[in-house]
């Protein structure tokens, strides 16, 4: 009896200890931006709103949201479209080897986006006339999350049913109506899942911005961020903490409507 | 009601071959030929092609070789959507993620059809299934039956040339699923469109259809009306799928105008060349009676099964098992000595002789080279009707007389009421196959080639009250105009093989059976179920 409580009483602390972890940075973030002097601990903020106007007098401040929400949200469309697509055909048509090459993809995708290729993709990118643009961004970022976004739509695509395609066919639908009025339409909750990852992931995205973008005006906020100090190199903690939390408030502000509007699952089913 | 073989057809398959990529040969040169209005069922154990037969069809599968005409076009080239058919899927395939009436109005929707007159059409045929009230729910909110009829409404909204269904309902439970069968059968008569079903169920396929293409690992095995793929298998394949309770399949050996099976000696219905045969005889047309006699198997009884209103006995006989479906309350004690005693107990199973009802045996005859049994059984068989009308005429049909066409003759008292069972039935050999339809007895050669469609053909019992033409040639009746609906089991006799035993004791009773006369029989149509149970067995 007592061992089982000492057992639960342990449990309990090693969970307490875990979430604190978690939970510290997280408090930092509420409390700090809000404090007059904030410092790398968390404590009762002395309430101010200074920061917020300091953060506001910043050029790139609020600009370099306008890009993140203009990156993300495009690398998101497009792999959105574009998994969608080849997950379908992938899903749907016998293709050799199908499976090995979506393990490949996967694979080779850590590569891609990963610094092994930052330099060749730098080069190719100068080339291309797409430095400093936020179509290089785009690009680069959604060739590296496709392989993942198929996959997962894939799955999704494999658990409907083609019964409901062949009845449209039959019906007399073409393959962009079958699209259109049947398979999307079932499949939107992988989609949803997959754009809110896929512009979490840019948003959140540091070295290809960072890389890609020589001007300050193209810059996202992940970059900003990274401007947030003092000639010295000490961190500006009040706007560091600050443009933190502007900055994730949209992110934040997308998970929950589209959780709440298609909720998320990273498997397929149908769920009418 | 269309009558296979005069109408126009409207779906003709010619050679068609699938082999899947795997080396499956799906399909195995299937030549058909499917009749306006024809509710057409193909019918097959599982895996056997039924399916793939459905989506060649509809073009979802492209034939490896061969021909599909549509309404008189070659649709063998066009997708889908240009066949003009509607196809109702196993699983119904309503889309999830609309309600009832965008479901239905979809068909509609793809033929640019503007929003409001969709809507008001798919409301017009909702309101035709019963399904008005349901019209805003998503599919999720439906129960099974009401899935399926939404799958119909959405097919019927298209107004397609031909309707395939598959499996329509195998994923209903058991008692809806007789609703639904009436249901459907029902609306198939009214919206006469030609339909094409797939079904496992020989029960479903015998009920519902005008005709029924039975099909074994992609081929056709025989092509025929309900009636006379009962009564007539062309294969043991057939005879054993067919029919509730499996068929009694007895090697024989027909020897100068003798047939000896199974320890019993009689009459060859046909003339069949000497040699061995597969003899068949239904369980329900084979009667028990307690003493020995030469034109009865003897045996012991060993197993009673209930059917509810009846029961089947099996007999153990020295070579093997046979069984008999008796009325509920004959049933022969258990376990009667062996042999054929005389005494009492142990029954001996007579097949032949009386006529029983309708469907008297069946059998089979294949030689085992190709003989074909085609030939006409010499003994005419007294017509026999089919469904059981409580019909005051009796038809005299037992044993003896085969020959005379159904004469009104009075003949066993007919007790009022009960239809079929009583007399014991003939096995027939085969029929020719010409004329008659329905022929209680079936013979199949071995494996004779899907044979076209009889011209004369007797609606499918179930409608028909048919002359009574079963039975061998003499009969002139020729098309039976089609009449009485029926009531439930079709009975009629047929006494194919005369019996030549007096009446045993049970069989002496023919069934009354409907008048069979061989004119149309005037039976209106009501159903007249047969009176619940009948006569006193002996
Ligand atoms: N897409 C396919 N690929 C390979 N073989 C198939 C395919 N579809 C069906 N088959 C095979 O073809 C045969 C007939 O199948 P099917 O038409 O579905 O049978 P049924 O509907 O009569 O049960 C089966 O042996 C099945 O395994
Ligand atoms: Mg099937």
């Known amino acids: 009896m007592i061992r089982h409580t000492l057992g639960r009483l342990a449990t309990t602390v090693v969970i307490a200890a875990v979430l604190a972890l978690f939970a510290l940075p997280m408090l930092w973030l509420a409390s700090a931006p809000f404090d007059d002097t904030p410092a790398i601990t968390t404590s009762i903020p002395d309430f101010t709103l200074r920061n917020f106007a300091a953060i506001l007098d910043n050029p790139y401040a609020l600009g370099s949201i306008r890009n993140s929400l203009i990156q993300g949200g495009g690398a998101a469309a497009l792999v959105v479209v574009l998994a969608a697509l080849a997950a379908y055909a992938l899903s749907r048509v016998r293709v050799p080897g199908r499976d090995a090459l979506l393990y490949l993809l996967l694979l080779l995708s850590s590569v891609v986006t990963g610094t092994a290729a930052m330099v060749p993709i730098f080069e190719l990118a100068t080339r291309l006339g797409l430095i400093d643009t936020h179509l290089g961004v785009i690009l680069v970022v959604s060739g590296g999350l496709l392989p993942a976004a198929i996959f997962i739509l894939k799955d999704f695509m494999d658990d409907t ?15 962009l109506q079958i699209l259109r009025h049947i398979v999307i339409p079932l499949v939107r909750p992988g989609l949803a899942t997959i754009a809110v990852w896929a512009l979490a992931s840019v948003w959140g995205g540091f070295l290809f911005q960072f890389i890609l973008l020589r ?16 000639e010295g190199g000490a961190p500006k903690l009040d706007l560091i903490s600050t443009f933190s939390l502007l900055y994730s408030l949209p992110v934040v502000a997308m998970y929950l409507f589209v959780s709440k509007r298609y909720g998320f699952r990273f498997h397929g089913g149908i769920k009418t | ?23 499956v040969h799906a399909l ?26 459905l989506r060649t069809i509809a073009g979802l599968e492209t034939p490896t070789r061969g021909t599909v005409h549509i309404d008189g076009r070659d649709a063998t080239p066009l997708p889908p959507g240009q066949r003009d058919v509607a196809m109702v899927f196993q699983d119904y395939a309503i889309f999830p993620h609309m309600d009832v009436t965008t479901n ?7 033929k640019k059809v503007p929003r409001a007159e969709r809507t008001a059409k798919a409301a017009d045929v909702a309101a035709r299934l019963s399904l008005t009230d349901l019209l805003h729910r998503r599919p999720a909110e439906l129960s099974g039956g009401q899935q399926q009829r939404v799958a119909l409404a959405r097919a019927i909204a298209c107004h397609p040339t031909a309707f395939l269904f598959d499996e329509p309902l195998s994923n209903l439970d058991a008692r809806l699923r007789l609703e639904a069968r009436t249901f459907l059968k029902r609306l198939q008569r009214e919206l006469a469109v030609t339909t094409v079903f797939v079904t496992h169920d020989q029960a479903e396929a015998l009920a519902l259809a005008d005709r029924i293409a039975v099909m074994s690992a992609g081929r056709m095995i025989q092509v025929a009306t309900p009636a006379e793929i009962f009564h007539r298998p062309a294969t043991t394949f057939v005879a054993s799928f067919i029919g509730s309770t499996p068929m009694n399949l007895l090697p024989a050996r027909a020897t100068d105008a003798a047939l000896h099976v199974a320890g019993a000696t009689l009459p060859l219905p046909a003339p069949v060349q000497d040699g061995h045969l597969t003899y068949g005889v239904r369980p329900e047309y084979m009667t028990l009676s307690p003493t020995e006699r030469p034109d009865a198997f003897p045996g012991t009884v060993s197993v009673h099964e209930n059917l509810g209103t009846h029961t089947l006995v099996t007999l153990e006989t020295p070579a093997t098992l046979i069984q008999a479906v008796v009325p509920e309350g004959d049933e022969p004690p258990l376990g009667t000595p062996p042999g054929p005693s005389p005494a009492a107990p142990s029954s001996t199973a007579t097949t032949p002789s009386s006529p029983r009802s309708e469907t008297a045996a069946i059998l089979g005859l294949w030689p085992p080279g190709t003989g074909s049994c085609t030939s006409t059984s010499t003994s005419s068989s007294p017509p026999s009707n089919s469904c059981a009308t409580p019909n005051s005429a009796a038809d005299p049909s037992s044993s003896a007389a085969p020959a005379t066409p159904p004469s009104p003759a009075p003949s066993p008292p007919p007790p009022p009421t009960k239809p079929a069972n009583t007399a014991s039935t003939p096995a027939c050999p085969c029929a020719p196959r010409s004329d008659a339809a329905p022929t209680p007895s079936s013979c199949p050669a071995t494996r004779p080639p899907t ?6 053909s007797w609606p499918s019992c179930a409608n028909s009250p048919s002359t009574s033409k079963y039975g061998a040639g003499t009969k002139p009746s020729s098309a039976p105009p089609p009449t009485t609906p029926k009531p439930s089991p079709p009975t009629s006799s047929t006494p ?16 009354n059976t409907r008048p069979n006369s061989p004119q149309p029989s005037p039976n209106p149509p009501g159903y007249t179920a047969s009176p619940p149970r009948p006569g006193p067995p002996p």
């Open chain 1, 161 to 175: 049913p083609t019964s409901y395609e062949e009845s449209a066919r039959v019906f007399g639908a073409t393959p």
């Open chain 2, 451 to 456: 044979k076209p469609p009889q011209p004369a």
């Open chain 2, 104 to 110: 239905i109005a979809y068909p509609l929707r793809i």
């Open chain 2, 496 to 511: 194919y093989a005369p019996a030549p035993t007096s009446t045993a004791p049970s069989a002496s009773a023919t069934t």
């Open chain 1, 215 to 230: 001007d300050p005006e193209k810059a996202p906020g992940s970059v900003i961020l990274y401007t947030l100090y003092t």
């Open chain 2, 1 to 23: 009601m269309t009558r296979p073989g005069k109408e126009k057809p409207v779906i003709t398959l010619h050679a068609l071959t699938k082999t899947f990529p795997g080396g």
């Open chain 2, 28 to 53: 195995d040169d299937i030549h058909l030929t499917i009749a306006d209005g024809e509710f057409f069922a193909l019918l097959g154990p599982s895996g056997c092609g039924k399916t793939t037969l």
